[in-house]
């Protein structure tokens, strides 16, 4: 079976006061550092664990991968290709900010044979960008996408957000009508997750802003749905649309619970048996990695039940839904049948669909996909 790796870049210019992912502020020495000691980990990993099946997708996640110098995510691709198969045709991504694409970044993209740019756009509203502290303006967004194209680099996703502070019915249709006038190959729509530790959180707690209401949020959910699928994008996830054909290979390993290895602080993998992460701390990162020791902070065996709570938990994130016969034939009965009784609930309610032997969120489903998928963690 392919594999996917999953390289995790932390540094970031300005942190966006709604974010909780695992990044650190920029500074070229621990940068510089950092890319060491990935280097490292990568050798030490592939010099002890026998992999022989090719990778069919890379992927520079971050933080703000296109931040750091060009050279760095070079010499680790280069790294990946000297140890281990990569497959000819593999889906190689990056994710990228407005505001950091230079013109030399792009070519230099293009030539070390990256070939799928994701774009952290957001809003193509000003004020909306100023509202969640991000450091670029919706002007740029378009340069972003010009540049890459002049390189031939085709293959783009642009992440847009549902739910920002300030948002009105008009602003929304306003970033749906930019980001198909672009015609990016992928787009990815996320509705604002506030999570306690972020200052977005304590700002509209302290009501120091406001965001939409939840009944907003779901007719504009609703509205880009049907505006994609007028603009040619297929919907193949809650969250991911693209045209025929430039569905995210390496995403779609994640909710089809194919192996992916990650590498870099805070990463995780699921190996096809354990799943497990690194550290969290850069410091306990670097340091365990420097001394030649695992940084994997933890690591557990996926038992069948868990296998179960997954298929259904990730699987129903997907159009294609779960395949009900096959769940029979490879389950435990007595499992299956609490989450069937649940599931035919839920059918009831108009929130899952059944079609013969497969099963599937409806688009109400999809905006209350919080509640329902909860039930199988």
Known sequence: MSFGVYIHIPFCQTKCNYC????????????????????????????????GDEADSIYFGGGTPSLVPAEHIAEILAACRRLFPVSSDCEISLEANPGTLTADKASAYREMGINRVSIGAQSFDDSELAAIGRDHSGNQVDESVVRLREVGIYNLNLDIMLGLPGQTEEHWSRNLEMTCALTPAHISVYMLDLDERSPLYHHIAKRRCAVPDDDLISDLYLRTLRHFAGCGYEQYEISNFAFPGYQCRHNLKYWLRRPVLGFGVGSHSYDGRFRYANYSGMNSYLQAVEFGKSPVEWREPVESKQGLEETLFLGLRLNRGVDWRRLRQNC???????????????????????RDCIIRLTPLGMLLSNEVLQKFV
């Open 20 to 51: 909780h992912f695992v990044i650190r502020p920029w500074k070229a020495a621990t940068a510089a550092r950092y890319r060491k000691a990935l280097l490292k980990e990568l050798d030490r990993f592939f010099a002890q664990h026998c992999w």
């Open 332 to 354: 435990d009965a007595t499992e299956l049948e609490a989450y069937e009784s649940s599931l035919r609930e839920m059918s009831a309610s108009g929130l899952v669909e059944w």
